[in-house]
């Protein structure tokens, strides 16, 4: 397997853009997480899914924020409209199950101007 | 109290020394325990996971404390390539199995 992929690695984009990151989880991992990385903040969990359902999105910082899954072998994170705050690396990694490690992608490094 | 703390370092240790941290966790429902190790600007990358009975792993051994609620990290002989950030994770079965991350310690290895 190819491990998680995330794309875009790299996206500049001006504030008032919408924005989408794209994830392909591991196959057969029922769980997948997005994260976002600062160097003030760490890493924060946005939402997670189990088995394409939504569980906590408590993590997402605003309605600008949104995560869909609409299979088992894709999700998307949108954020609209974008602003220089929301520069940060995005995560996103899949577990096979609730008691297993986490694999992460690469990540997507946004930067907001 | 964080769920999952660490101390954020950074521990600046000579090549081949010894060096261990801890991470203590706050609830005791905690069901699996794991370290992670992430490079600069790279993603996290899981390092092992943490058996009730302690597991080594080449110059890495964790352990499990469930009575004092924490985990370790010891690693031997460091090389300069172990300078990275190690994170401990839990996951908890009352928050349907969510990972509990720490902050993480950097570890600098000096030459």
């Known amino acids: 397997d190819a491990g998680v992929i995330q794309s875009p690695r790299h996206e500049v984009t001006e504030m008032g853009q919408e924005v989408t990151l794209r994830c392909k989880p591991i196959?057969?991992?029922?769980?997948l997480f997005w994260y976002r990385q600062t160097m003030m903040r760490g890493l924060e969990l946005l939402i997670y899914f189990n088995n394409n359902v939504p569980i906590d999105d408590s993590g997402m910082p605003e309605d600008r924020f949104s995560a869909k899954m609409p299979n088992a072998s894709f999700s998307t994170l949108k954020i609209q409209p974008s602003e220089p705050r929301d520069s940060a690396v995005y995560f996103c990694?899949?577990?096979?199950?609730?008691?297993?490690?986490?694999?992460f992608g690469q990540g997507t490094r946004l930067t907001v101007v | 109290r964080k769920e999952v703390e660490q101390d954020p370092g950074p521990f600046n240790v000579p090549e081949g020394a010894t060096v261990a941290f801890n991470c203590t966790y706050s609830?005791?429902?905690?069901?699996?325990f794991f370290w992670y190790r992430q490079d600069c600007r790279k993603e996290p990358k899981l390092l092992m996971s943490?058996?009730?009975?302690?597991n080594e792993d080449g110059r890495f051994t964790a352990q499990l404390n469930r009575a004092s609620q924490y985990i370790s990290l010891l690693i031997r002989d460091s090389k300069l390539s172990d300078s990275a950030t190690y994170l401990c994770v839990v996951t908890l079965y009352k928050s349907n199995y969510q990972l509990i991350w720490g902050a993480g310690t950097k570890l600098i290895i000096k030459p």
């Open positions: 609830n005791s429902a905690s069901q699996s």
């Open positions: 990694a899949s577990r096979e199950g609730e008691d297993t490690e986490a694999f």
């Open positions: 196959s057969g991992h029922d769980y």
């Open positions: 943490v058996y009730s009975s302690g």
